[in-house]
């Protein structure tokens, strides 16, 4: 099975700007969850989808959002970049094998902002 | 309150001697409890999970940690360190509340690996 692929692995971005990144899950898997991931905060949690539903949410602004399509791949859109949003954002597709929740990531987006 | 504690933010160890990476958790449930590995520039690879079995977990690359409930600890460790080994360590708990699932990650590890 192929794994989680994300698009496009780079980006740069000047501040005031939007972007939108792109999660292709592993397939058959229903659950796309996002992270930011910088030096200083580690992980954070943005969001989770199954089903083209969100089922969970992190504590970012409003000008983060997401979405899932009926294939499972999810888009993340970022508007209004700042210069903090500067950060390899990961995405991760779940499931549930023998009771047990597991995720498997994706090689990740670096964005830069300036 | 939930937490992960990654006791260490940076470990240093030579090539073939014993690595231990520690991890303490806090949680009024009980938890499911992973490490993630991420090399440098890759994204993050499942290393090893528990989940209310066997409280001794052997994960891939020949590590493994064992699940101390009564020292709230889930540390990783192997017994020989290997030069592929230096990267970015991660713990993780999972509290499972039905489809309200929670993930807690720790700020991480990283290990390095002298020659």
């Known amino acids: 099975k192929a794994g989680v692929t994300q698009t496009p692995r780079y980006l740069i971005k000047t501040r005031g700007q939007q972007v939108t990144l792109s999660c292709s899950p592993i397939s058959g898997h229903r659950s796309v969850s996002w992270y930011q991931q910088t030096p200083g905060q580690g992980l954070q949690f943005l969001f989770e989808?199954?089903?083209?539903?969100?089922?969970n949410k992190g504590n970012f602004p409003g000008r983060f959002s997401g979405r899932q399509f009926s294939n499972s791949r999810s888009e993340m859109n970022v508007s209004t970049l700042e210069l903090g949003d500067s950060a390899l954002y990961l995405c991760?597709?779940?499931?549930?094998?023998?009771?047990?929740?597991?995720?498997?990531f994706g090689p990740g987006t670096r964005l830069t902002v300036t | 309150a939930q937490s992960v504690t990654q006791l260490d933010s940076h470990v240093s160890v030579s090539e073939g001697t014993p690595v231990l990476l520690r991890c303490n958790y806090s949680s009024s449930y009980s938890p499911s409890l992973f490490w993630y590995v991420q090399h440098p520039n890759k994204g993050l690879q499942l290393l090893l999970k528990?989940?209310?079995?066997a409280t001794l977990v052997k994960g891939i690359n020949g590590f493994e940690a064992e699940f101390k409930k009564s020292e709230t600890s889930f540390h990783l460790t192997k017994p020989s360190a290997h030069m592929s080994d230096a990267a970015e360590y991660f713990c993780?708990?999972?509290?499972?509340?039905?489809?309200?699932?929670?993930?807690?990650w720790g700020l991480g590890t990283s290990l390095a690996v002298n020659p």
């Open positions: 991760a597709s779940s499931v549930t094998s023998g009771g047990a929740y597991e995720q498997y």
């Open positions: 993780v708990v999972i509290l499972n509340a039905g489809n309200n699932r929670k993930l807690i």
């Open positions: 528990y989940t209310s079995a």
């Open positions: 989808y199954f089903s083209e539903t969100q089922r």
